[in-house]
């Protein structure tokens, strides 16, 4: 069980900036995420594309984004639940919301951010008829623990940031790790490509381009695949693992049961005030937010974090005035009374 001040769905920029804004105020957070790791998007499917739109940074890489968040909040000792999707919400008789995820960790809080993105994200799975039959037996679509493929031999498809970064990361700890693209150009950042590319010719990576994966074979769990090439046909490639990786599809999946008001597939606050939706303590904040002008972007995510948190101060702390005073002012004091701030002069008497 797992008690906070503010409890967060969505793990990415939006919902890690939270963090940081809420720790000014004296407030703790744990947020829960589907995915593995910090990050959302930025750090699952396009962690070396650079963004140009982050005040300060005329160009940020969408992982030192997220590297720079994870440094930012540290000092407010966030708590997380990762690799869970969070499932049902109840609202108590105090007032608390009791949130459970799919593997039934339960979390209390009196407020409620929902910072998903653009929701929960589900794996796009390629056309293969056997696929769903050797799902968690040699077939995974998200890359948890790289110590499973530790001595093992790895196929991997696809041709964007993710199926590089992970070909290249597991060349180091798999016994083999082959790459399958059905083009000869990738999607991914250049120096990925490149990086592959230097692996293959030392043998490292077996990179299989103008092909697909087009069947699984084995009895209970993944022993080989059979691999369709442009030229050469049919190819049975011997693996304990194939890992399809062309992204993930958002969805708002159990959120939208929650008895939000949802338009167009997002959910709909009250951007004139604080972000909340039509259930008082909970606020939705990010791309998975509407309102009229509404823009996807993580800059107003930001903005939209910022806001709702100052009204969050006042379900969690009635009748308490907050009177806020700028970080150039107070510094940033850290939960461990670690204090950053700016140096003050001292005058010396002649």
């Given at each position: 069980m797992i008690k906070t001040d503010i409890l967060i769905i969505g793990a990415g920029p939006v919902g890690m900036f939270a963090v940081f804004e809420a720790g000014l105020l004296k407030l703790h957070c744990h947020l829960i995420d589907a995915l593995a790791q910090p990050g959302g998007q930025c750090?699952?499917?396009?962690?070396?594309?650079?963004?140009?739109?982050?005040?300060?940074?005329?160009?940020?890489?969408?992982?030192?984004?997220?590297?720079?968040?994870?440094?930012?909040?540290?000092?407010?000792?966030?708590?997380?639940?990762?690799?869970?999707?969070?499932?049902?919400?109840?609202?108590?008789?105090?007032?608390?919301?009791k949130v459970v995820t799919n593997k039934g960790t339960e979390h209390y809080a009196p407020t409620v951010f929902i910072a998903g993105g653009l929701g929960s994200f589900e794996p796009r799975k390629p056309p293969i008829k056997e696929l769903v039959d050797f799902e968690d037996k040699g077939v995974e679509y998200i890359i948890r623990d790289p110590e499973l493929y530790r001595d093992k031999r790895v196929v991997?498809?696809?041709?964007?940031?993710?199926?590089?970064?992970?070909?290249?990361?597991?060349?180091?700890?798999?016994?083999?790790?082959?790459?399958?693209?059905?083009?000869?150009?990738?999607?991914?950042?250049?120096?990925?490509?490149?990086?592959?590319?230097?692996?293959?010719?030392?043998?490292?990576?077996?990179?299989?381009?103008?092909?697909?994966?087009?069947?699984?074979?084995?009895?209970?769990?993944?022993?080989?695949?059979?691999?369709?090439?442009?030229?050469?046909?049919e190819i049975v490639k011997e693996c304990d693992h194939f890992i399809p990786l062309f992204g993930l599809s958002p969805k708002l999946g159990p959120i939208a049961d929650w008895g939000l008001e949802i338009e167009k597939n997002a959910i709909v606050v009250n951007n004139a005030l604080d972000y909340s939706t039509n259930i008082p303590g909970i606020f939705a904040i990010g791309d998975v937010n509407t309102y009229p002008g509404k823009l996807k972007l993580i800059l107003c995510g930001f903005h939209e974090a910022t806001i709702a948190v100052q009204f969050a101060y006042n379900i969690i702390n009635p009748g308490k005035r907050y009177v806020m005073k700028y970080t150039t002012v107070n510094g940033v004091e850290g939960f461990d009374g670690e204090k950053k701030e700016a140096k003050k002069a001292v005058v010396k008497s002649m």
């Open positions: 750090s699952e499917i396009y962690p070396k594309k650079p963004i140009y739109d982050i005040p300060a940074y005329p160009e940020v890489l969408a992982g030192d984004l997220i590297d720079n968040l994870a440094e930012q909040i540290k000092p407010f000792e966030p708590g997380y639940t990762l690799g869970e999707r969070a499932e049902t919400i109840e609202k108590l008789e105090d007032g608390t919301f991997i498809s696809g041709g964007g940031d993710s199926a590089l970064d992970w070909s290249i990361f597991l060349s180091d700890v798999a016994s083999e790790v082959s790459l399958v693209h059905r083009r000869n150009e990738f999607r991914g950042a250049l120096d990925s490509v490149e990086k592959v590319a230097e692996l293959s010719k030392s043998g490292k990576i077996n990179l299989i381009t103008d092909a697909e994966v087009k069947g699984i074979n084995g009895d209970g769990k993944v022993e080989s695949v059979t691999i369709k090439h442009k030229t050469e046909g």
